[in-house]
């Protein structure tokens, strides 16, 4: 099966598993092929599915990842105050380091909304239904929702990083009060713990809940770096920190802070 073969092949398997679609046409432009997969694989809820899936799957999705190019950690440059401490813009799925940070919601399956563009959807579209699976495992044992500050951890399947920290962060919705800043420093001090309990000698950290949950961003990136140094030189860990900004905005605040 080539690559094409197998990008319809789970399109259909998809759309087989609900009676709703399946006289569904699969689209012949390529793009609306992946779009649909995509959608199909968001919407999808987490429910058994079979290993001839997941094998195909994982040989189309790392070979999409690999085709989208992957960053090394080894090809950045650290900030000239602190050789543990990187900036860089771009997509966090790209990054090959051992672990990256999703922004995920308190439900902690990811997102629903087909091809929305938040990072916790890119992350699940890219690392495939395993992860899914594997974070309703954890909630499904853990019996309610994720609180606010904390973090999981689980490993990224088909992304090039080992591992996938998963941390809600505060939502603000009206004015930002001490308790959004106090819980969005835990997400990123909780994040740096269980990295350091599982091995993990290099994370990156997206804007955590700089988007949809509406937490200014320059605080935020105060904030974020306040915490992360504080944990490095309280702990004198030896970790890479990565700050991956996606947006000009967030880069510009973040070279001002680290003086970059």
Sequence with gaps: MNHEEQRK??????????????????????????????????????????????????????????????????ELFPTKSDDRIYLWQGDITALKVDAIVNAANSQMCGCFRPMHN??????????GIELRLRCNDIMQAQGHEEPTGQAKITPAFNLPCKYVLHTVGPIVQERLRKEH?????????????????NGVSSIAFCCISTGVFMFPNKRAAEIAVETVQKYLEETGSRMQ????????????????????
């Excluded at 835990?186 to 990295?195: D, G, N, V």
């Design 9 to 74: 092949w789970l399109i259909r398997n998809l759309l087989d598993e609900d009676t709703y679609y399946k006289n569904y046409r699969i689209p012949e432009d390529e793009q609306e092929q992946k779009d649909l997969l995509r959608s199909l694989m968001n919407v999808r809820m987490p429910k058994k599915i079979s290993q001839e899936f997941l094998r195909i799957q994982d040989e189309y999705l790392t070979e999409e990842n690999e085709k989208a190019g992957v960053i090394d950690l080894t």
């Design 181 to 197: 800043e106090e819980l969005l420093a835990s997400c990123y001090r909780s994040c740096l713990e269980l990295a350091e309990e």
């Design 118 to 127: 938040c990072v916790d959807n890119i992350i699940h579209s890219k690392a």
């Design 241 to 260: 920190v990565v700050f991956n900004v996606f947006k000009d905005e967030d880069l510009h605040i973040y070279k001002r802070l680290l003086e970059y």
